[in-house]
């Protein structure tokens, strides 16, 4: 069992920077992939970027290449989300979650979500 608190969120404005902060409880974060996701009113949960165990492989929806970057802390149990660049588009409730498997871009794939934070991007 792993439980995820998110931090981080807020209002920016467009152009702006904002960095996430996903803290992990237990003993075995290094043995969990880790996810960001984004659901947006009226939308469907998508994720925006996943990064392996040992932090080696990371990918990213398309809508945020070059734009956000995800990082891990296994010593900290903390992954983080860095988002540069953030436009209205992005305004969305955050998530991270954890999965079993050393990788996975599967959103069924992911075991324990933690609540979220509000990301408010104006014009």
């Known amino acids: 069992q792993v439980q995820l608190v998110e931090s981080g969120g807020g209002l920016v404005q467009a152009g702006g920077s904002l960095r996430l902060s996903c803290a992990a409880s237990g003993r075995t974060f290094d043995r969990h992939c880790m996810g960001w996701f984004r659901q947006a009113p009226g939308k469907e949960r998508v994720l925006v970027a996943a990064?392996?165990?040992?932090?080696?492989?990371?990918d990213y929806a398309d809508s945020v290449k070059g734009r956000f970057t995800i990082s891990r802390d296994n010593a900290k149990n903390t992954v983080y989300l860095q988002m540069n660049s953030l436009r209205p588009e992005d305004t969305a409730v955050y998530s991270c979650?954890?999965?079993?498997?050393?990788?996975?871009?599967?959103?069924?794939?992911?075991?324990?979500w933690g609540q979220g934070t509000q990301v408010t991007v104006s014009s």
């Open positions: 990064i392996s165990r040992s932090g080696g492989s990371t």
């Open positions: 979650a954890a999965s079993t498997l050393w990788y996975t871009l599967s959103t069924a794939s992911y075991n324990y």
